[in-house]
């Protein structure tokens, strides 16, 4: 179960994710490549000056999506394992909630267009289920369906990157997030969760659920909803590549 409305994406997060030189001061203009239509909620923050952005997707309608957001991006249609590409084109990569979509071949395919000391940005939203009130509220929909609220986000794939022999280290950094939800909100995700329920089923835990926000927001301030937006910076390593990458001589180059 996630909030109605998309999470905002922390600035201390972006600024971590920023590419950075060898002596670790941040590139005045890097060379960014969008991977993916999910990375869309972030485009319009990484959309800024000095910034060159291609934005990435195996189908136009993913393009359009983060195009709608980065307008100034350069669009291309391409599928991760195949990046037209020349190597060493960027800075950074970001992927957002879908790193565990990405093969093996993919992985290296990125790894082949970073540039030395360049690194693949990963991130996933992920909800904090820690906090007491959604405790409460697990217990609440799990009497109904034990497998709600399992939060299965594909973060367990950041073990085949730390894995992977084309990227030399990778750093994690977590970032609290906070969502207001109002009580008619969170009772109108219940009722989504659970469409099928028998009527006289879905009334009792709608009046469980109305009864926790109820007791557990201090009015009039609505719920917050909890969140944590956990980064991977993972530095490429070019070693593993038998023939030698060469760099393009100026700008991102893409072959047709």
């Not at 395919?109 to 030395?116: G, M, Y």
């Not at 594909?154 to 977590?174: D, K, Q």
């Not at 659920?209 to 009039?220: D, H, M, N």
């Amino acid at each position: 179960m996630t909030s109605t409305s998309q999470p905002a994406f922390p600035q201390a997060a972006l600024e971590w994710l920023a590419p950075v030189a060898a002596d670790g001061r941040p590139v005045p203009t890097p060379r960014v490549l969008l991977l993916g239509r999910s990375v869309a909620p972030l485009a319009t923050a990484l959309d800024r000056p000095g910034a060159t952005l291609v934005a990435c997707d195996g189908s136009r309608a993913g393009v359009r999506a983060l195009l709608n957001r980065a307008p100034r991006a350069l669009p291309t249609v391409a599928r991760p394992e195949h990046l037209p590409f020349a190597p060493m084109s960027f800075d950074a990569v970001h992927v957002h909630q879908s790193l565990h979509a990405l093969s093996e071949g993919a992985l290296a395919s990125i790894a082949r267009v970073l540039a030395p000391d360049g690194h693949l940005a990963v991130s996933y939203t992920v909800r904090d289920d820690s906090v007491p009130w959604v405790r409460r509220l697990t217990a609440l929909l799990r009497d109904v369906d034990p497998a709600a609220m399992k939060g299965a986000y594909g973060t367990e794939s950041v073990e085949r990157l730390v894995a992977s022999p084309h990227y030399a280290e990778v750093a994690e950094r977590s970032h609290r997030l906070w969502v207001p939800i109002s009580r008619v909100d969170l009772l109108g995700m219940v009722a989504k969760r659970f469409p099928d329920l028998e009527q006289e089923r879905l009334s009792r835990l709608m009046s469980d659920v109305g009864e926790l926000y109820a007791t557990s927001a201090r009015v009039p301030e609505p719920l917050l909803l909890p969140y944590r937006v956990v980064c991977w910076r993972a530095v490429v390593d070019h070693t593993e590549f038998t023939s030698q990458l060469e760099p393009p001589e100026d700008g991102v180059r893409i072959r047709l």
